[in-house]
Every structure is written in C-alpha cells, then in structure tokens.
C-alpha cells in the first residue's frame, strides 16, 4: 500500500528529492480550466450560474442562496452541546494565538522634523469559504472567520456548499459555528463558483465584491483563487492535505502510522509521507499502516491515497539528508519524531508539530494555531492563514519645510538622473520665494 524509496548510498539533490515523492497534479491540471470557465460563467451569469452549479455538483434546486438568519438560529439552538462547548475552546485558543499576529504601529524618526510610521490596516469586506464535501468542517469556520474578526475586519462573509441531505441548507453545524461567531452574512453555495462570486458580487444576491478570500476547498476552490488572484486578495492555495514525518529510531511507529493515516482520511490525493534513517522503524510503519488503514472508517479512500504516488516511505543515510528533503518538500503539516528535533532547521513548511505528543490532528481543532496552510510546496514563499491575511501594511509620511530642505539637493539629483526633472521641481517649487 505504501511503497518505500530508498535513497541510502546516493548523493542527492533538492531536485532529485522533490521528484523522489511528485505531487498528485493531474487533477489540478485539469480543474485550472474548469475553474477558469466557471469564474467566468459567473462573471456573466450571476445567481442563474450558481444555481446551475448547485444541481450539478450537490445535486441541490431551489434553495436559498443567502441563507436566512432563522436558518442560522435554528442551526444553534440544536447543537450538541459537547460540540459547542469545543468549538467554543477552539474560538478562544485561536482568537489568542491570532491576537499575537497583529503587528502594532511602529514610529521611525528618520531625522528632525522627518517621520515614518508603519500601520497594519485591515482589509473592509472578507469573504472566507468552507469546504463541505466529503467532510464537515465547523473548525474551518473557527480558522477562517477568527484572525478576521481579530486584524478587525468589518465585514466577513462565509460561503459552504448547500447540502442535498439537509434540504439544499449549508450543513447546520457550519450555520451553528458560523452563528457561534457573530456572522450574520452566509451563503450556500460551492466550489469555483462561490470563489467567483466573491471575487465579481452577484447583484440579485445583494452580494457585494470582497477584498480578500480564504479557506481551504478541493482542487476547483483553490485554483479559481489563482483566476481571480490580482482582482482579490486571496491566502495560499490550500489544496490536498500533506503530512511529512521526519523521524528516527527512537520514533514510536504506533503513533507514526497513525498520523500518516488521519491525513490520509482526507482525501485520494492526500500525501502521506514519512523520511526516516531508521530501516526498522520504516518497516514497522508500514505494517502498521496497513492495519490501521484497513480498520478505519474511511478506508478506501486512505487505501488510495496512500497507493498514489504522492505518499512513501523515504530511506536516507542520515538526518542531514531527512531535513534536506523536507526543506525541498515544504510540506503543509511537517512532524518531528526525534530525540533531537531542532524545528529551526526546518524553515520551509507550514506548521512544524514537535514531539510525539503534537500530533496535527491538535493543530486542525485545538493548539490554537490556524490549519489553513500553504500545500504543493508553496510553504517556500508563503505562509498560512493568520491575522496578517487581512491586514496592509501602510506607510505615513510626514516632513516639515527643514527635514525636506535637508534632502532636497538628493532629491533633485537622483531626479535628474533618471531623467523625471518634475519630480525635483516639485520639491524646488516648494522653497521658491
């Protein structure tokens, strides 16, 4: 079920480790198209395509789009209570790591009378979604909706996929955590198409155009966001869940198979790898993920996506080479299982979980860090979904008449040499009598 690669004896490098363990990305390849045209269907067609869109994908007519408020009272006043009572823990942790990732003004005095300050204004108008298909997602609603609210964004809305099973409703514990949150604003609708109508408005909806769209959602979500990318803001393209391990021999394997195993109960192109130097601890795991994936829930699905060719088991001489393939990885969700962990050797990943007892499970309900991460090895250059999200860094300027004079023979040549004479008389103007 899962193949191992062996790159013991080999002299490696970045590149051969990433094509050592490729991605799943002929889905993706073939969703970038469909995405595009159905952003752009949206675009022209409004509510009527989104409708279409909903008796196709979630076999779903006649519903309400914008969801009521009663829907939303009804979906709270019915929630099981141990489920509010952990989404509630989960809103505090969260809100308290998120509270930690807003930067505060900063003051620079460049010289008398010459000052720059720094401000973090957050975006006006969110539009945060959801995935609802083969899973329910109430904490998404905690990891989107929360570092909004906290970088103080004034509007946020939330879009997640009506529901045939529930009369064409989005899924009532999304309603009820949406409510939980204060979110009055709530569509039911999916996919690229809901990216599109963030990204356009839909006029018949009284759904205005939003700043800034994240979440999570499968290959169609996170590529209508590369569409309208430039139009709106957007987070990372979080596509199928990763899980890299590094591990060693003192690694349990019991606990090791069983997080390999949990991400892989996500989807068929989960990547569920583990890197270790340990021969034994690698055999060990196998056998237990074969029995642990042929007992759960989700079988067939962890079946295939351990099958595919995005998840293995990687044998390497030592850990140097381990924390070289994880650094070219750049998985989402990267684990440390070793006597001597050093996470700040590993700079390119998503969230970096610990020690046995930081499973990321913890990290996709309660640790109160955020589990919308960057996936596909974007976690190179970007980061997860945090307060920053929401937020613009914007500079304020301000010079009086002797801090301007004291640059102005500067301005007015570096003016001339690039040939843009107004600019430096735009400065001279200013002290002529």
Do not use: C
């Not at 204004?121 to 609603?141: E, I, L, N, T, W």
């Not at 996170?222 to 890299?244: F, H, P, Q, W, Y």
């Not at 080479?321 to 969700?333: D, G, I, L, Q």
Request: aromatic share 4%; proline share 5%.
């Amino acid at each position: 079920m899962l193949r191992t690669i062996d790159l013991r004896g080999r002299a490696v490098t970045p590149a051969d480790l990433l094509a050592a363990v490729p991605r799943a990305t002929a889905a993706r390849d073939e969703a970038l198209a469909t995405a595009a045209a159905v952003v752009a269907d949206v675009a022209e067609r409004g509510e009527v395509s989104l409708r279409e869109q909903a008796a196709r994908f979630d076999d779903v007519s006649d519903h309400a789009i914008r969801v009521p408020a009663a829907h939303l009272d009804e979906a709270l006043a019915s929630l099981d209570p141990s489920i509010r009572g952990a989404l509630e823990n989960a809103i505090s942790r969260v809100r308290l790591a998120s509270a930690a990732q807003v930067p505060s003004p900063v003051v620079t005095d460049i010289g008398p009378g010459a000052r720059v300050e720094q401000h973090w204004r957050p975006v006006r108008r969110a539009g945060v979604y959801v995935p609802g298909g083969k899973a329910v997602y109430p904490s998404s609603v905690v990891m989107n909706v929360v570092p909004a609210q906290v970088a103080g964004v004034a509007e946020v809305a939330l879009a997640s996929p009506p529901q045939r099973d529930h009369g064409g409703r989005v899924h009532p514990v999304i309603l009820a955590a949406a409510k939980l949150l204060g979110i009055t604003e709530v569509y039911a609708m999916g996919g690229a198409g809901a990216v599109a109508a963030y990204a356009h408005g839909v006029a018949e909806l009284d759904l205005a155009p939003v700043d800034v769209i994240s979440g999570p959602g499968n290959n169609f979500v996170a590529l209508a966001k590369r569409v309208v990318a430039g139009m709106v803001g957007t987070d990372s393209e979080a596509g199928a869940t990763e899980i890299l391990i590094v591990a060693d021999d003192s690694a349990d394997a019991r606990l090791v198979a069983a997080d390999l195993v949990s991400q892989a109960e996500h989807d068929e192109q989960a990547a569920a790898v583990l890197v270790t130097d340990a021969a034994g601890l690698a055999e060990a795991v196998v056998e237990e993920v074969e029995r642990r994936a042929a007992a759960t829930h989700h079988a067939e699905r962890v079946a295939q996506a351990l099958a595919g060719v995005q998840s293995a088991v990687v044998l390497v001489d030592d850990l140097a080479t381990a924390t070289a393939f994880s650094n070219a990885y750049a998985p989402e969700h990267l684990e440390l299982h070793l006597r001597d962990p050093r996470p700040e050797d590993f700079v390119n990943a998503g969230a970096v979980f610990v020690g046995s007892w930081t499973p990321v499970s913890l990290g996709d309900y309660l640790a109160g860090s955020n589990h919308v991460l960057p996936t596909g090895g974007q976690a190179r250059y970007a980061s997860g979904l945090s307060a920053s999200t929401f937020l613009r860094p914007q500079q304020v300027i301000t010079y009086d008449r002797d801090a301007l004079r004291a640059v102005h023979d500067d301005i007015v040549t570096l003016a001339t040499a690039e040939v843009l004479p107004a600019h430096g008389e735009a400065v001279t103007a200013r002290f002529d009598a």
